[in-house]
Structure formats: structure tokens, C-alpha cells
């Protein structure tokens, strides 16, 4: 194949891309109608506007640009400015597996780097000579003189039979995909899996089944390995997390963070990173000043940050921090090649200049968190003082119980005792009523004192108290009715005594109740006292 033919299916392949035009001898017969000339076979498709205006391109159908295919031009158009700086694509985004709709953004002074592996080298100076009207991000063009209004009548049937060859092929293919996708479901929930089918709905199928991207955690450790397998183990201490985790650990320790982005293609890579990066001087400055995180831009973390950090040539370093909203302030930017002193001197003054801001943001978080300790101390003072109140307050509602019902206690002995009281009382009301009765009866019981006769007894009675009693009786009165005589006294309380003589010692009792005086030898006279054998 000649080396026109290649350069003419390069053509075919772009203008397919930028139109939408899927019909390849449609977009051929385009072509060669201008001349294989890709700027005015793309502005062929216009509809409207003059010769020196700003031109829109139309869409397949012969309308109005549409979302999709002002992507596509958009996309075409930074691609061909991407293709004259040497910079990698948004195709070439895909190989390093990055963000399809970032690229690097337009401008600067790019340094050329080649494409990833396993891409086709194409030369991309065959574009330039269709990038000198692309610029700023909108399509300013001076049509040139080509195919006027009978070219377009001519391609107006093709136009309407392109467009709805394009409507039934995509009813057609969503059918294809919605109904592998409903079997493939059906198939793995019954554990039957297998291959995917033919066509865009199997390719779609194999696709689901391809691995996940890898994380930026993998993505950092797998960059140190290889940075270490390449320059050794002397480098700045690069964390093998992803950005993001970095940037809050850097917050953590109120470091800034220290990016690196490794383009190992990049010809002036291996010296910077052996003879400034590794130098044990820089090495040890970033490790003690930052925290330091490393990416490969053919990764997709490392891809990714290239784009936010717009880095427009390499070896390439920053300094961010955190920044309010979680944004990212980039506060040094360090781009091309330098020495150990020259990186080490812009480090040192990014500190020197930017560390004011870490050192408040220290002061502030230490005075955070001395009135969060003094918060604490405060709220475990109170709550000391409230559990000393409270313990103080149990044991005065304790010592109040308890004097309550000591209180109680009293009151109720004090009432039995009062009880008590009165209950003796009328017991000794009641006995001291009943020994009256008694002595009354007993007192009228006795009858007359009888005067002296030979038959006539006389009867001393010494009571408990040393009184002396004496009375004459009948001597055939009954030793009873001499206890009747002692009871009638009142003289003593007790109810149970004996009456006893001396001489000889005899105990007149119970037994002898009913004896005469005569017959128990009182008579004719007899001294007896009073033995009481309980109260």
C-alpha cells in the first residue's frame, strides 16, 4: 500500500469521526470530490452562513450540529492541536487509561514525548495542515471555493438515505443489545454464564466482563516499585495511596504535598529523577518539609492529575495544598529539567514563603485543641462538682431517711410505752379496786370483834411491814377466817402469803384453812406473821 493510500484512509478514518458519517464509500465520494481535502470536506457538510463567517458544522442528517457530534469536533479539533505539540490525545488518554474528555490543556511550550505502546506511529505533522484555523476552541474557517448548490442537491438523496440507513441500524442495534443483555443476566443468575455473543451486543458484553480499572491506591504502590526498580530505594518517601488520601494526610500534619508526575518516555526523565530527585539533599528536605506523592502519567490517577495541574512539559513537579471547598491550591509549579540546588532552592523558598500559612493553620488547630482539652477539663470539673452535689444531696436525703425513721421508731416505742403505761395503770386500778372489794368483803365477813372469854382467842399478826395487828376470834373459829382479818388490813398488796408461827415454827396453810383456832393449837392465844411468797 502506497504511502497516499495510508495517508487517504487516515483521512477517510478522521472525517468518519468528526461527521458521524458511517457510510465509508459516501465519505470516500465526499473526499474526492474536494480533492481529498479534510477542511473542506468537513465544511462541505454546512448548512447556511457566507464565505468569511464563522461556519457550524452539520450534522449526518443535514441539520443543526448536535451535542454528540460538537463533542466530536471539539474532540477532533484538540486531538490536531494535541498531534502538532507531541502531546498524548484523548485516544492516547484511553491507552494510559485516563479520562476520555480531558485532555492537556491548549498552549504553552509542550515538550514532545511519544506515544504509549502498542499504538500505530503516525506522523503527526501530516496534520498541521489542518490545524492552521483551529484555535481557541471554536471553528473559524474561510470556506474555500468548492462544490456550490448542485453538489448539495446531488448529495441530498444520499443525505436522506444515510440518515435513515443510521435510524434503523440503531433501532436495530439497541434491539441486539437490550436482548443480549436481558439473556446475559438471565444466563449468569442461573450460574450459566458463558462467552459473549457476535456483533456490537457481544462486543458490549465482553466489555462488561473486562476488570476495573485499577485504584489509585495499586496505581502509587505499583509507581514506587518500578521507580525503585529503576532508581533505586534513595528518593523522597512517596506515599503509596491515592491523591486525594495523600492530600488529607498532608492535611493531617499540616505538610504540603509534594507531586511528582513520572513520564518515563520523557528524554530528560532519567537524569532528573538519578542526579535532583534522588539526591540525598532533595530526598531528605521533601521527606522532612512535605509529604510527598508520586504518579505515572500513563496511569489514570497520574494521567488525570496531569490534566488538573495543566502540565505542559516534563520531568514535572508541584507544590499544592488543600484549599477551601475541597479545591486544591497549587502553590509552586516546577516544570523541565533542573538541577539538585535549583529544585532544592525553589523548595526552600515555597516553605520559606508559603509556611506562614501551615503555621497558622497549626496555631489555630492547637488552640482548637487547647479549648477542646479546656472544654474537656471544664466539662469533667462540672461533672465532678454535679456527681459531689449529688453525692452530698444522697447522703442528706439518706441522713434524713434515716432520722425519719428513727423519728418513727420513737414515736411508735413511745406510744407502746405510753400503752404500757396506761395499761399498767389500769391494771393497778383494777387491782387496787379489786383488793378493795376484797378487803370489804373480807372486813364484813369477819362480823363483830368478839370481848375477852375463856372461849375467846387472842391473835397477833406481825404484817410485812413490822406493823403489829391483833384481833380476838371464836376458838371455834376457822384458821380462814384469820387470813380474812389479814386481807381486810390492806396493808400489803400480796395476794399469795402464808401465815406461820415461830415457836414452833409452823406454816398454817392452804391444808389447814379449815382447822379451828383451837384445834390448831392458837388457842388460847397465838402470835403468827405474814410470809408472802409472791406480789
Not at 538541577?339 to 526552600?348: C, G, R, V
Not at 471544664?378 to 462538682?385: P, V
Not at 399498767?424 to 383494777?430: G, L
Amino acid at each position: 500500500m502506497t504511502s497516499q493510500s495510508r495517508e487517504n484512509e487516515e483521512k477517510l478514518a478522521w472525517f468518519q469521526d468528526v461527521t458521524g458519517v458511517l457510510d465509508s464509500s459516501l465519505s470516500t465520494q465526499i473526499l474526492e470530490a474536494h480533492g481529498w481535502n479534510l477542511d473542506a470536506a468537513v465544511n462541505s457538510l454546512v448548512e447556511g452562513g457566507n464565505n468569511t463567517n464563522t461556519v457550524a458544522m452539520g450534522s449526518s442528517s443535514g441539520g443543526t450540529l448536535g451535542t454528540a457530534e460538537a463533542s466530536d469536533l471539539s474532540r477532533w479539533d484538540s486531538t490536531a492541536e494535541r498531534m502538532n505539540s507531541g502531546l498524548p490525545s484523548s485516544r492516547d488518554a484511553e491507552l494510559y487509561g485516563g479520562n476520555h474528555g480531558r485532555g492537556h490543556p491548549d498552549g504553552g511550550n509542550y515538550e514532545r514525548f511519544p506515544s504509549s505502546p502498542g499504538r500505530d506511529n503516525m506522523n503527526y505533522d501530516r496534520f498541521r495542515d489542518y490545524d492552521d484555523s483551529y484555535r481557541g476552541g471554536s471553528l473559524i474557517q474561510q470556506n474555500p471555493q468548492g462544490p456550490g448548490i448542485a453538489w448539495r442537491l446531488v448529495t441530498l438523496p444520499f443525505s436522506m438515505i444515510r440518515g435513515s440507513y443510521n435510524l434503523v441500524y440503531g433501532a436495530v442495534e439497541l434491539g441486539f443489545w437490550v436482548a443480549g443483555g436481558m439473556i446475559s443476566y438471565s444466563l449468569g443468575a442461573l450460574g450459566l454464564g458463558g462467552g459473549g455473543g457476535g456483533g456490537v451486543a457481544g462486543d458490549r458484553r465482553n466489555r462488561s466482563l473486562l476488570p476495573m480499572p485499577p485504584s489509585g491506591a495499586s496505581e502509587a504502590s505499583l509507581f514506587v516499585r518500578n521507580f525503585e526498580r529503576e532508581y533505586g530505594e534513595n528518593h523522597p518517601n512517596f506515599q503509596t495511596i491515592s491523591f486525594m488520601e495523600a492530600m488529607r494526610r498532608a492535611g493531617q500534619q499540616y505538610k504540603f504535598l509534594f507531586v511528582y508526575l513520572h513520564a518515563p518516555d520523557h528524554t530528560n526523565t532519567p537524569s532528573f529523577c538519578e542526579n535532583s530527585l534522588c539526591s540525598v539533599a532533595v530526598s531528605e528536605f521533601i521527606n522532612e518539609n512535605f509529604v510527598a506523592w508520586g504518579g505515572d502519567v500513563r496511569a489514570s490517577e497520574g494521567f488525570q492529575m496531569s490534566n488538573s495541574l495543566k502540565a505542559s512539559t516534563f520531568p514535572f513537579c508541584a507544590v499544592v495544598t488543600a484549599s477551601s471547598n475541597q479545591r486544591i491550591a497549587l502553590l509552586q509549579q516546577i516544570e523541565g529539567p533542573r538541577t539538585a540546588s535549583e529544585l532544592l532552592a525553589i523548595l526552600q523558598r515555597v516553605v520559606e514563603e508559603q509556611g506562614a500559612v501551615l503555621v497558622a493553620a497549626r496555631v489555630e488547630e492547637e488552640e482548637r485543641r487547647v479549648n477542646r482539652r479546656l472544654r474537656e477539663e471544664q466539662d469533667a470539673a462540672y461533672q465532678a462538682a454535679l456527681q459531689a452535689d449529688q453525692e452530698r444531696e444522697r447522703r442528706r436525703q439518706e441522713e434524713a431517711d434515716r432520722a425519719a425513721r428513727e423519728a418513727e421508731e420513737a414515736e411508735r416505742k413511745k406510744k407502746e410505752e405510753d400503752k404500757a403505761i396506761a395499761r399498767a395503770a389500769r391494771e393497778a386500778a383494777e387491782r387496787e379496786s379489786a383488793l378493795e372489794r376484797r378487803r370489804q368483803e373480807k372486813a364484813t365477813s369477819l362480823g363483830v370483834e368478839p370481848a375477852k372469854a375463856p372461849d375467846v382467842t387472842q391473835v397477833l399478826v406481825r404484817l410485812p411491814n413490822g406493823e403489829r395487828k391483833e384481833r380476838r376470834f371464836y376458838a371455834t373459829d376457822r384458821v380462814r377466817k384469820v387470813y380474812d382479818y389479814v386481807d381486810s388490813l390492806g396493808s400489803f398488796d400480796a395476794v399469795n402469803y402464808s401465815l406461820v408461827s415461830n415457836f414452833p415454827r409452823t406454816v398454817y396453810g392452804p391444808d389447814k384453812l379449815d382447822l379451828s383456832l383451837k384445834d390448831a393449837g392458837l388457842h388460847p392465844h397465838a402470835s403468827l406473821f405474814v410470809q408472802v411468797e409472791d406480789n
